[in-house]
């Protein structure tokens, strides 16, 4: 039977960036309660960035119970992250969390290194974390703020992949989390959308690129989802609301689309590649 999940109006609610799941309400929901595994990855090891909340973390609770260990990239949320090790670990599976910002090209390749040297190899990379902000006008967008939200939501996927391929064996995937703003850009988060346009196009290009690798590349695009990026990132009303506008009437949970990534992951989907999963709550993605 379906989960009953909360609809809007939410209470109000605001956070500093980038959030903390704790102190969300309602408080998400990650499949800690409800994913059954079946071990449809295991004995893979993954990347997963943003792992410690919101979607990132729903991921790693499924691919745990699919039976793969994980590295788990987080910025500074270090509570969130010690949480989600303690769930992967709960399952038998092997938690590695490490700190750090993806801004840096160091950082991303020095990610990819300790996930083969802790975990003995790299099959999946979960490219999650993300970075975004609301602003109504251009004008009201620095230099700064445009160059970070490149440099954390694409930049990085670039210097991840890059550094993960040489150590991929056929049959490995990359799975990028892209967005509906992909195709159908939300104006008041200008520089989020564009780079979740650029997240799409990148997938499909390097999805080609590696074929002949017998690696996979794929993303996930989805809708209004409820993690701790909402009540940081977007005005109170927007909190509040957040999801009405969609036909289920409501934000999807974060647990509501580790299906899609372990789908994703799974080496028997092995002749989808370069193609995007839309998770918005019957929103249709074009």
């Known amino acids: 039977m379906p989960i009953d999940y909360p609809k809007p109006p939410f209470p109000t609610q605001r956070q500093p960036m980038p ?30 960035t943003g792992g410690d909340s919101g979607i990132g973390r729903a991921v790693a609770i499924a691919f745990a119970r699919e ?19 303690a769930l992967v670990e709960k399952e038998g599976r092997k ?19 300790r996930t083969v040297k802790d975990l003995g190899g790299i099959d999946l990379l979960v490219n999650n974390a993300a970075h975004q902000a609301t602003f109504k006008d251009i004008g009201d967008i620095s230099d700064e703020e445009w160059e970070k939200t490149f440099k954390v ?26 967005s509906v703003n992909s195709d159908m850009p939300n104006p008041m988060l200008l520089a989020y959308a564009t780079t979740k346009g650029a997240i799409q196009n990148f997938t499909g290009g390097l999805a080609q690129m590696l074929a002949e ?36 009437k409501r934000a999807g949970q974060p647990a509501e689309l ?5 789908m994703l992951a799974d080496p028997l989907s092995s ?16």
Not at 95 to 109: F, K, L, M, T, Y
Not at 221 to 248: C, H, R, Y
Not at 276 to 284: E, N, R, S
């Open 95 to 113: 938690a590695v969390v490490v700190a750090g910002d993806i801004q840096s090209p160091e950082h991303c390749r020095a990610l990819v290194e």
């Open 258 to 262: 580790a299906t899609a990534y372990v």
């Open 153 to 178: 939501n694409i930049h990085a996927m670039f210097f991840l992949a890059k550094a993960a391929v040489p150590h991929m064996k056929p049959g490995s995937a990359i799975i990028n989390t892209a």
């Open 67 to 85: 039976g793969a260990d994980l590295l788990i990239a987080y910025l500074d949320e270090h509570d969130d992250a010690k949480e989600v090790q």
């Open 19 to 48: 959030g903390l799941t704790g102190k969300m309400d309602p408080r998400p929901d990650h499949g800690e309660d409800s994913y059954k595994g079946s071990g449809r990855l295991k004995g893979l090891k993954a990347l997963i």
């Open 271 to 286: 002749y989808t590649s370069g193609t995007t999963i839309a998770v918005t709550g019957g929103k249709p993605f074009i």
């Open 213 to 248: 690798k017998g690696i996979r590349a794929n993303a996930v695009a989805p809708g209004p989802i409820w993690t701790p990026l909402i009540p940081s990132t977007m005005p109170e009303d927007a909190v509040k609301n957040f999801g009405k506008q969609v036909p289920m």
